[in-house]
């Protein structure tokens, strides 16, 4: 069993940078790929990026590809999210998962573990 809980999140004008966290507890944080997933008021929820278990794989959704950065650091059970260069149609709730499987995914159906999201909202 995981849980996780998103930071981080919060108002920010265009052009700016916000790093969102995801703590999890349980002690086989080491081995689950997380992924970043964000829902827009009316849309479906969407993919955002992953990395695989030893931080060896990321991947990225192309809207977000040279301006976020995924990255963990397994000693915090935590892994984050660097965005940069936001703009308004990044406004999203933001929600991390844990992958069991260990390795990058984009379908939400591979994760089993979901964290309550964080709003992010980007000022024009």
């Known amino acids: 069993q995981v849980q996780l809980v998103e930071s981080g999140g919060g108002l920010v004008q265009a052009g700016g940078s916000l790093r969102l966290s995801c703590a999890a507890s349980?002690?086989?944080?080491?081995?689950?790929?997380m992924g970043w997933f964000r829902q827009a008021p009316g849309k479906e929820r969407e993919f955002v990026a992953a990395i695989g278990w030893n931080s060896g794989n990321t991947y990225y959704a192309d809207s977000v590809k040279g301006r976020f950065t995924i990255s963990r650091d397994n000693a915090k059970n935590t892994v984050y999210l660097q965005m940069n260069s936001l703009k308004p149609e990044d406004t999203a709730v933001y929600y991390c998962?844990?992958?069991?499987?260990?390795?990058?995914?984009?379908?939400?159906?591979?994760?089993?573990?979901w964290g309550q999201g964080t709003q992010v909202t980007v000022s024009s």
């Open positions: 998962a844990a992958d069991p499987s260990g390795y990058v995914a984009s379908s939400a159906r591979r994760y089993d573990y």
């Open positions: 349980g002690r086989t944080f080491s081995g689950y790929a």
